[in-house]
């Protein structure tokens, strides 16, 4: 499913009606008429009431016009708030605006704070707001008379839809600009924007709606966006029943290289979710000093002690070692739980850099990477890195803000620059690809929030690559069903406290959900 940016919905837009023949009237109609249909659904209750349609003079006003023709038209009480002059309106909007009239339909324009005041106490009576104030096209953050209102609808604690985007939220990034609207849902047109799915903007949109206004399908694909939504049915192209006499060296096998003294829990969660991910058989590989405890976690995994330089601490003097169990394997996961000495991200550095496999590389193996980026380009072996924002931020050497704030373009730059596939966890996890191609993951929740839980992705995604999935496929599966497992665990025991083990433990019911096609993201 495509995710669009708004110059590319804007370029779909005109192409549709300059080159295709749709007018734009007709598209506005139909995105009022869609965007009414689901109000009168979603809000029910609340149809019945008073409802204000709040309006700026764009095009955003104009599907707000057509809303309240419909709502008229159903019966509803409503009223219209122009933030501007009637006579500013200008072409499809100024059409829809003239039809309002002649339905008895009340409008009220307020084209300055003045006229706001004085109109304050009657807008306070109305029970539900569609918001038509602006559309997709806002950067710059909003100030004075615009901010007001926004503030004072939010402050009423209404029901607000909002049209296409809550007003004030930047559509391709997500992120507020200033002051936004806080809406109860979100209907938009013929794709769902980045912003949309992006946080906090998830979170400003509510529950959101997408409606075909009429955009033909090959005007989206010569428009060609370069941004997805992860959906059930992509990832359960990716599985196939395996045939009976399938053995554990034909589903094959990993080696994990991870733990360190005190961190031998992230060895083992990322050993043990590779098999519930399906891989065949797991090698492990840790310090010398930690195997006899790892033995005793891994019952299904087998383990390999490694020479130390000191301590629980890998050195160069492992790296013949590990050359040697490369040997054989399908996939190397680097990294969880390795620590951060001197000699330790040295190593990583030289394993990437000789590795014969592919690489998935987290934690302590990303903070080794960090300012040697450069040994990434001339490889020829697939690379997926799978940084949280604050590893993301120690790989570029930029603010977590800034990662927070540019979530799809810093994933894309990175994966892009150099030739790897990238997993920038968090809340609408992101999964850039060397081709420029990316991925935002609809699933998971706030109770992943503790510790475990990517050494468990970590491993989800090296058990699929040594499966023999392509590297993209490995790391949309391993994101997705990440997420849907701890979904699951989240409406069984509640929306948070459950472990990454529990989550790792849940892989194997959700792979055979989504085989079955009963994923709760179906559309």
Not at 36 to 53: D, M, N, P, S, W
Request: glycine share 12%; net charge positive.
């Amino acid at each position: 499913m495509y995710l669009v940016t708004a110059d590319e919905m804007r370029e779909m837009d005109r192409r549709t009606i300059e080159i295709f023949g749709i007018p734009g009237r007709v598209l506005m109609e139909n995105a009022g008429r869609e965007a009414c249909r689901i109000l009168l659904e979603y809000f029910a209750g609340h149809t019945k009431r008073r409802i204000g349609v709040i309006a700026g003079r764009g095009n955003n006003g104009g599907d707000g016009f057509v809303i309240a023709r419909y709502l008229a038209n159903s019966g509803a009480r409503v009223n219209v708030y122009l933030l501007a002059k009637s006579t500013s309106l200008r072409g499809d909007a100024a059409a829809n605006f003239n039809l309002l009239t002649p339905l008895g339909i009340p409008v009220v324009e307020l084209p300055d704070k003045t006229k706001f005041s004085k109109h304050k106490t009657a807008m306070r009576r109305m029970d539900l707001w569609v918001d038509a104030i602006l559309g997709t096209g806002l950067k710059s953050d909003i100030k004075g008379y615009f901010s007001e209102v926004i503030d004072f609808l939010n402050r009423l604690d209404k029901p607000i839809l909002a049209v296409d985007v809550p007003s004030g939220l930047n559509a391709d990034t997500g992120q507020p600009c200033g002051n936004c609207i806080k809406s109860r849902a979100t209907v938009t047109f013929a794709f769902a924007k980045i912003g949309h799915m992006q946080y906090p903007g998830a979170d400003y949109c509510g529950k959101l709606s997408i409606v075909d206004i009429g955009i033909p399908n090959t005007i989206a694909a010569k428009v060609a966006p370069r941004q997805y939504l992860l959906t059930p049915e992509r990832i359960r192209t990716y599985f196939q029943p395996r045939p009976p006499d399938t053995h554990k060296g034909r589903t094959g096998h990993l080696l994990v290289l991870a733990g360190s003294t005190g961190k031998t829990g992230a060895a083992a969660m990322t050993a043990m979710s590779a098999l519930r991910a399906g891989a065949g058989l797991v090698t492990l590989g840790a310090p010398r000093s930690l195997n006899q405890a790892l033995e005793a976690r891994v019952l299904e995994a087998m383990t390999e002690p490694l020479p130390e330089s000191r301590t629980g601490i890998l050195g160069d003097s492992a790296f013949r070692t590990i050359m040697e169990l490369l040997s054989g394997k399908k996939c190397l996961a680097l990294g969880p739980g390795l620590g951060q000495a001197a000699e330790t991200q040295k190593l990583v550095c030289r394993i990437i850099k000789n590795s014969t496999v592919p690489v998935v590389v987290d934690a302590d193996g990303l903070n080794g990477l960090a300012g040697n980026l450069q040994i990434l380009s001339p490889l020829k072996i697939p690379v997926i890195l799978t940084p949280h924002p604050g590893e993301m931020a120690r790989l570029i050497d930029m603010p977590v803000s800034h990662i927070q704030q540019n979530r799809i373009n810093t994933s894309r730059e990175l994966a892009l620059r150099f030739r790897v596939h990238v997993v920038l966890k968090g809340a609408g996890t992101v999964i850039a690809h060397p081709d420029g191609r990316v991925f935002i993951n609809p699933t998971g929740n706030s109770g992943m929030a503790s510790g475990g839980m990517g050494d468990a992705l970590t491993g989800m995604i090296a058990g699929f690559l040594a499966q023999g999935f392509m590297p993209e496929a490995a790391a949309h599966a391993g994101v997705y069903l990440h997420g849907s497992a701890a979904d699951a665990l989240a409406q069984k025991v509640g929306p948070f406290g459950f472990l990454a083990h529990e989550v790792m433990n849940a892989i194997p019911g959700e792979i055979k959900t989504l085989m079955a096609g009963r994923s709760k993201l179906d559309t």
